[in-house]
């Protein structure tokens, strides 16, 4: 028989997480502090960041020491399989091997819990009792909730009204786990309350979201606040799934040409990709790394490299990114978890140097990809991951029609078991194309008085 899947044992949880800093050429560039223009430090991110967090964020260390509790608990999910999709290359008709690693089988359903682990974990450590934090399309809240109830902590989550109301099931799970889950904009706080004042019937926003979780998080010591993507520690946990998928293509005696993620803030590609630019960096292979995003929210494709706030409202540092400026707001399409206007700092310095590649695609295509996918493989793709599936079989029908073999690989990053509204749109013929027009994109970067950076 074939082998499909691909199994590691329980003992092969990696024991390090992985930094690419330190082997980036050229280092990212320090965040700003927005009002003086000066390089911010570490300490500034302290009222709301567990202190262990905040050095692993700044570290250039290359590798750093899982703790033994958080590798025992990973073994909850970890490791998580490979598997071959034979189905799926059979549809596609194509000479090219094409593998992926599913970061589904979580308790949440994606990768998001390999991070909320280790910052519930920290935050325990040091005497943290409560975490806030904001939630979009419901997962990463949904690992949030799921890793605070193992270290007894309280969790308390701001979800975009929209979803609130349109994902209840989602609300249902962290509830389940013991976290309170509030709509965006609440009562609770000061910037809640003002924004419902002016328009009682918003649908919210991932920014305004974000405002809330931070101020209540700014207010009390033993209080701080948790993020899902985007920042370098997020990444640098992420990196266990491709140290796991290393090891599992040498067991299947293989190692890919390509390797494919879906992109949202970057850390479920990070988590996938960096040790594979590890092996071009210190072997020098030539694994091409390509980033997956929506034609509707194209900030690697078509974005600015330039410093940006992370979120709407102007709370954070200035962050130098491939954006597409912190006003600009997505179309609601479907793959919430890709709506993030930036690219994480890291993500960004590697694709300005040509280290990876990125690629767009539209609503619609994805859907075909999922909806193929579903039907040859099984599993259904969580929306975000399907803009990975879409580059898989371009770049699978690119390899049939010059008839070569290439070896794909590619994150399932979770299933699409709680985004039934997002199918049931797709066959009902309610997905459309959607493209920016280069006035749009033009408009929202023109708003940005950030600073620039020079070629
Ligand atoms: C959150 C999420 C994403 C996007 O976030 P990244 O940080 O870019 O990984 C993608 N896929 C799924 C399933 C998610 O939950």
């Not at 990973?74 to 059979?90: D, N, Q, V």
């Not at 995003?293 to 709407?312: A, H, I, N, Q």
Request: glycine share 8%; net charge negative.
């Amino acid at each position: 028989m074939k082998t499909r899947k691909i199994l590691l044992n329980e003992n092969e949880i990696p024991e390090k997480w992985y930094n690419i800093v330190a082997d980036m050429p050229n280092k990212p560039l320090p965040p700003l502090n927005p009002g003086t223009l000066e390089p911010i430090g570490p300490e500034a991110l302290a009222p709301l960041f567990p202190m262990e967090l905040i050095k692993q964020e700044v570290t250039n260390e290359k590798w750093v020491d899982i703790p033994d509790e958080v590798r025992h608990l990973y073994s909850i999910w970890r490791p998580t399989p490979m598997f071959r999709a034979y189905g799926l290359e059979k549809a596609l008709d194509t000479p090219a091997k094409i593998y992926y690693k599913y970061e589904g089988v979580s308790p949440s359903g994606s990768h998001k819990p390999n991070t909320a682990l280790p910052q519930a974990y920290y935050s325990k450590q040091e005497g943290i009792k409560k975490i806030t934090t904001e939630t979009g399309a419901g997962q990463w809240g949904s690992a949030l909730a799921f890793a605070c109830n193992l270290f007894d902590i309280e969790c308390e989550v701001y979800m975009v009204r929209l979803s609130y109301d349109h994902k209840p099931y989602r609300k249902i799970m962290m509830n389940t786990w013991g976290a309170k889950v509030l709509p965006s904009p609440s009562n609770a706080t000061a910037v809640g309350r003002k924004i419902l004042a002016q328009d009682p019937n918003t649908t919210g926003s991932l920014g305004i979201a974000i405002s809330e979780a931070i101020e209540v998080a700014a207010a009390s010591e033993d209080t701080k606040y948790a993020l899902g993507s985007v920042l370098n520690h997020v990444k640098l946990h992420q990196t266990i799934i491709g140290q796991e998928a290393i090891k599992q293509m040498e067991k299947a005696g293989d190692m890919p040409d390509i390797v494919i993620a879906p992109f949202g803030g970057g850390s479920n590609f990070a988590g996938l990709a960096f040790p594979f630019l590890r092996l071009n960096f210190e072997e020098g292979k030539n694994i091409r790394c390509i980033a997956s995003e929506p034609t509707s929210c194209p900030k690697l494709t078509r974005g600015v490299f330039r410093y940006d706030f992370g979120d709407t409202a102007g709370m954070t540092p200035l962050l130098p990114m491939y954006t597409l400026g912190h006003q600009f707001i997505p179309a609601p399409i479907h793959a919430g978890g890709l709506r993030y206007h930036g690219a994480g700092v890291i993500v960004s310095q590697l694709l300005r140097d040509n280290l990876i590649e990125a690629r767009a695609h539209d609503n619609l295509e994805v859907f075909e990809a999922g909806v193929l996918f579903a039907k040859s493989e099984g599993i259904i793709p969580a929306p975000e991951a399907t803009h990975g599936i879409a580059t898989v079989i371009a770049e699978a029908k690119k390899c049939k029609e010059e008839g070569v073999s290439k070896t794909i690989l590619f994150n399932l990053c979770g299933h699409g078991n709680f985004d039934m509204k997002a199918y049931e749109d797709y066959f009902a013929g309610n997905i459309v194309k959607h493209e920016l027009s280069e006035e749009e994109i033009q408009a929202s970067i023109a708003l940005l008085d950030t600073p620039e950076i020079p070629e």
